[in-house]
């Protein structure tokens, strides 16, 4: 699947984190179930990561949460996939959003910007959510991988 299909999508979202972990080691965390069931609220992604590839996540139950497609793959420095979804009938018919995550060496550090970009038809209203996960999600996975500990569970509606 080629990413010029998306080539209208503009960034609606960009969060950089910096975080005490060698790149190989950050892109681990966001390709690997045993990593993120630990900071994505459970959540297992499944993939094999090459570009054209199906990927999905799963939430603790085994119930579809989110899906599709390995737009780029290029380990252990970027990874694109189209996002959609598939837990919530108001989102489902949503055009795809756009996950980016870069991930530079910084010497011992990572810098890892995450950038999801939407159809410019997309109600503004659908990016709320993201703009409320995507903080939590990234603070737990540098937690993970500089303390070795998610975040503990927390009142999230604050």
């Known amino acids: 699947m080629e990413t ?26 966001l390709t690997e179930a045993d990593f993120t069931e630990k900071y994505f609220f ?33 380990p252990p420095r970027r990874l694109v996939l189209s996002w959609r979804v598939e837990s919530m009938e108001e989102l489902r018919h949503l055009p795809d959003t756009v996950v980016t995550y870069q991930i530079d060496s910084l010497g011992e550090v990572a810098r890892l910007t995450m950038t999801e970009s939407h159809s410019p038809t997309l109600d503004p209203k ?7 996960g995507w903080p939590m999600i990234l603070s737990g996975l540098k937690s993970l991988l500089e303390t070795g ?10």
Request: hydrophobic share 35%; proline share 5%; no cysteine.
């Open 4 to 29: 010029s299909l998306y080539s209208d999508y503009k960034p609606n979202t960009v969060y950089v984190i910096y975080i005490v972990a060698r790149p190989e080691k950050v892109w681990a965390a």
């Open 42 to 74: 459970g959540r297992h992604v499944n993939s094999d990561w090459k570009i054209g590839s199906t990927w999905s996540m799963a939430k603790p139950d085994g119930a579809l949460d989110v899906q599709g497609k390995v737009l780029e793959s290029d």
């Open 126 to 132: 659908y990016l709320e959510g993201g703009r409320k």
């Open 149 to 158: 500990h998610a975040l503990p569970e927390f009142d999230r509606s604050g």
